[in-house]
Antibody, heavy 124, light 108 residues
Framework: QLQLQESGPGLVKPSETLSLTCTVSGGSISSSSYYWGWIRQPPGKGLEWIGSTYYSGNTYYNPSLKSRVSISVDTSKIQFSLKVTSVTAADTAVYYC????????????????WGQGTLVTVSS | EIVMTQSPATLSVSPGERVTLSCRASQSVTIKLAWYQQKPGQAPRLLIYGATTRATGIPARFSGSGSGTEFTLTISSLQSEDFAVYYC??????????FGQGTKVEIK
């Protein structure tokens, strides 16, 4: 059974770098139809897509966060990671990792699987 | 960037009522539109993809319609477990998705 588990510090100081890892178990990270993404949700607010990556290393970022975000994948560890630099209180959120199933522009099929999420607080 | 706008922000409904939620895209997403349900403390759950196709295990009281820029999620008879926040999400650019701001369905 597929499981995604986020891990990383729950508290980050302002101006520092937020680093999270998503460990995938029960499934392959290298399938051609899978994309791996990060989504966040500030307390009491809506969902914000941060970015997505493919096992080959191709990445896609939210334009509003692109200058501060990087996502990488480690196929040998079956993990993918998120880094957000120069964090402020506005980056306080529950961070979710997710697997997206997308077959390409010719298909409307979509499926996903989410981790349980991890709360990251930015505070001194 | 495609902007998704949902309305209304909050809907007060009694159990058993029919509910209609709206989602508008700033440009055409064809039918690459998904709907999610989120309950407090939980990750979002996929309800609908392809604008109209129910995801695995989703009850038939949930239905989606629309194409292009205008979409609707309908719950035919609201059950107690359906009180939640609902989000639309476009995936016309594949894994570069955007979400609407959500509609909260609360008990009247």
């Amino acid at each position: 059974q597929l499981q995604l588990q986020e891990s990383g510090p729950g508290l980050v100081k302002p101006s520092e770098t937020l680093s999270l890892t998503c460990t995938v178990s029960g499934g392959s990270i290298s399938s051609s139809s899978y994309y791996w993404g990060w989504i966040r949700q500030p307390p009491g607010k809506g969902l914000e897509w941060i970015g997505s990556t493919y096992y080959s290393g191709n990445t896609y970022y939210n334009p509003s966060l692109k200058s501060r975000v990087s996502i990488s994948v480690d196929t040998s560890k079956i993990q993918f990671s998120l880094k957000v630099t120069s964090v402020t209180a506005a980056d306080t959120a529950v961070y979710y990792c997710a697997r997206f199933v997308y077959y390409g522009s010719g298909s409307y099929y979509w499926d996903d699987y989410w981790g349980q999420g991890t709360l990251v607080t930015v505070s001194s | 960037e495609i902007v998704m706008t949902q309305s209304p922000a909050t809907l007060s409904v009694s159990p058993g009522e029919r509910v209609t939620l709206s989602c508008r895209a700033s440009q055409s997403v064809t039918i690459k539109l998904a709907w999610y349900q989120q309950k407090p403390g939980q990750a979002p759950r996929l309800l609908i993809y392809g604008a109209t196709t129910r995801a695995t295990g989703i009850p038939a009281r949930f239905s989606g319609s629309g194409s292009g820029t205008e979409f609707t999620l309908t719950i035919s008879s609201l059950q107690s477990e359906d009180f939640a926040v609902y989000y639309c999400q476009q995936y016309s650019n594949g894994p570069a998705v955007t979400f609407g701001q959500g509609t909260k369905v609360e008990i009247k």
